[in-house]
Structure formats: C-alpha cells, structure tokens
C-alpha cells in the first residue's frame, strides 16, 4: 500500500485504522469508509452515504482491477459528465478538451479512444490506461487502486504507474494500492507496506517488506494449507 495520508500530529497512521476497510475487499471498502485524514484533507462520509456517485463526489476513487465496458457511452461524455458530479459544475468545452487531449498523450493513447464507448474493444492494458485518466482529470481526494498492475507488459506498466505518480504528485491525494506483486513497486514507491491475508493485516513495514515479500513469497504469512492468492500486499 502506498499511502501519503498522515495524522495532523505528522505521525503515519496506524494499520489498524485501515484494516476494517478491507474486510468485505475492495467495493465494501468504498462503500464502508467513514473518515480518512487524506494529503491534509479529511475526507467525511456518513451512513447515508452508500450509492457510488456519493462516494466519488466525496473524493473517493476507485480504480477497478476488471473495468466494465459501457456501450454506447463515449469516453469524452463520460469523463465530462463525471467531472461535472464531483465538481459540481460543468467544465468549459475549450479548456476540458484540451486537458483531455494533453492527459491522453501523456498516457500514450490513441486520440481516436475520446470518441469511442468507454472501455469496448479495449485491451487490458488500455482499459487500465483509461483508468489513469480518470484519476488524473477527476483529482480525487485518495485513490484506491485494486491490481492495478494486472494484465499488463512491461511498456504498460511504466506509462500507468507514472500517470498514478504524475497524478499523485499534482493533486497530493493518498493512494491505497492492492497488489498481489511487487514490481509496480519498481515505480510507485510505498511510504508503508501492509501485508493482508485471511482477513487480516498479518505483517506491517516499510518498503523493504516488499523486497522479503519477492525474495520469500507469502507463505509465511498463511494458515497452513492456504494458498498464496489469499495474500495481498
């Protein structure tokens, strides 16, 4: 996990205020959330809050490990009428469609993609590109990747992980990310690695944890006769 949110005290947060969130993984994580101190914002969700459109309005971005496709939607309508709901206004057409044009490029997509359904005919690495942008445009509050990393080559994996950086470093948000390797941490550095198996935070440490985690696996860490695709990290 990588995670820039700190207590206003300046102390890193204890795993134990993280750990409920992830009981029901990754949708009842965002559907659950109450309160998060995120890059020094505190992100407040109350009961009523349950429909996603709530969640993503309140600074909450998911980005999904199987993005859906939605015929019939294009992606410059999408995007737009999603940056109109967690804004609460409208983008300009000339200014939206040139941020738009510019993120594109920086994530190496084909122009063309503006125009089609969102997510249809889309490769893996694609759909997680399109995942990127969002997150780019839409400047949530914390993002919650879930492997983020899968599915994808090696070119994919660096043009992705620098959009999250990129994103991350131009609208200071916290990032919880879910992975079950350790080489997108070859390009999003972890402040903190948890590792969380069988319904539980079952070792916490720094970047270096995930150097044991490749070196050693994760059986170490399960019930005996579990199998390691239980283990996240």
């Given at each position: 996990?990588?995670?820039?949110?700190?207590?206003?005290?300046?102390?890193?947060?204890?795993?134990?205020?993280?750990?409920?969130?992830?009981?029901?993984?990754?949708?009842?994580?965002?559907?659950?959330?109450?309160?998060?101190?995120?890059?020094?914002?505190?992100?407040?969700?109350?009961?009523?809050?349950?429909?996603?459109?709530?969640?993503?309005?309140?600074g909450i971005f998911l980005a999904m490990q199987y993005?859906?496709?939605?015929?019939?939607?294009?992606?410059?309508?999408?995007?737009?009428?999603?940056?109109?709901?967690?804004?609460?206004?409208?983008?300009?057409?000339?200014?939206?469609?040139?941020?738009?044009?510019?993120?594109?490029?920086?994530?190496?997509?084909?122009?063309?993609?503006?125009?089609?359904?969102?997510?249809?005919?889309?490769?893996?690495?694609?759909?997680?590109?399109?995942?990127?942008?969002?997150?780019?445009?839409?400047?949530?509050?914390?993002?919650?990747?879930?492997?983020?990393?899968?599915?994808?080559?090696?070119?994919?994996?660096?043009?992705?992980?620098?959009?999250?950086?990129?994103?991350?470093?131009a609208n200071q948000f916290g990032i919880l990310m879910?992975?079950?390797?350790?080489?997108?941490?070859?390009?999003?550095?972890?402040?903190?690695?948890?590792?969380?198996?069988?319904?539980?935070?079952?070792?916490?440490?720094?970047?270096?944890?995930?150097?044991?985690?490749?070196?050693?696996?994760?059986?170490?860490?399960?019930?005996?006769?579990?199998?390691?695709?239980?283990?996240?990290?």
């Amino acid at each position: 996990f990588s995670d820039n949110g700190i207590s206003a005290d300046g102390r890193q947060e204890h795993p134990e205020l993280i750990e409920p969130l992830l009981d029901q993984y990754m949708q009842t994580l965002v559907n659950t959330v109450k309160t998060r101190y995120c890059g020094g914002v505190f992100v407040m969700l109350d009961a009523s809050v349950r429909q996603d459109s709530e969640t993503a309005k309140a600074g909450i971005f998911l980005a999904m490990q199987y993005p859906v496709e939605i015929p019939g939607v294009s992606m410059t309508n999408f995007l737009r009428t999603a940056k109109t709901e967690v804004d609460g206004k409208a983008p300009a057409i000339r200014t939206w469609t040139k941020e738009l044009s510019e993120a594109m490029k920086r994530l190496k997509m084909d122009p063309k993609f503006a125009s089609r359904s969102v997510n249809e005919g889309f490769s893996g690495g694609e759909k997680k590109r399109a995942e990127v942008l969002q997150l780019e445009l839409l400047k949530p509050k914390f993002a919650i990747l879930d492997e983020t990393d899968s599915g994808l080559d090696v070119d994919a994996l660096r043009i992705v992980s620098e959009g999250v950086n990129r994103a991350k470093e131009a609208n200071q948000f916290g990032i919880l990310m879910v992975t079950h390797y350790t080489r997108i941490l070859k390009y999003i550095k972890p402040d903190i690695v948890h590792v969380f198996a069988d319904g539980h935070f079952v070792k916490t440490g720094g970047p270096e944890l995930a150097d044991e985690l490749e070196e050693n696996g994760y059986d170490q860490y399960l019930p005996e006769g579990a199998d390691s695709e239980s283990a996240l990290a």
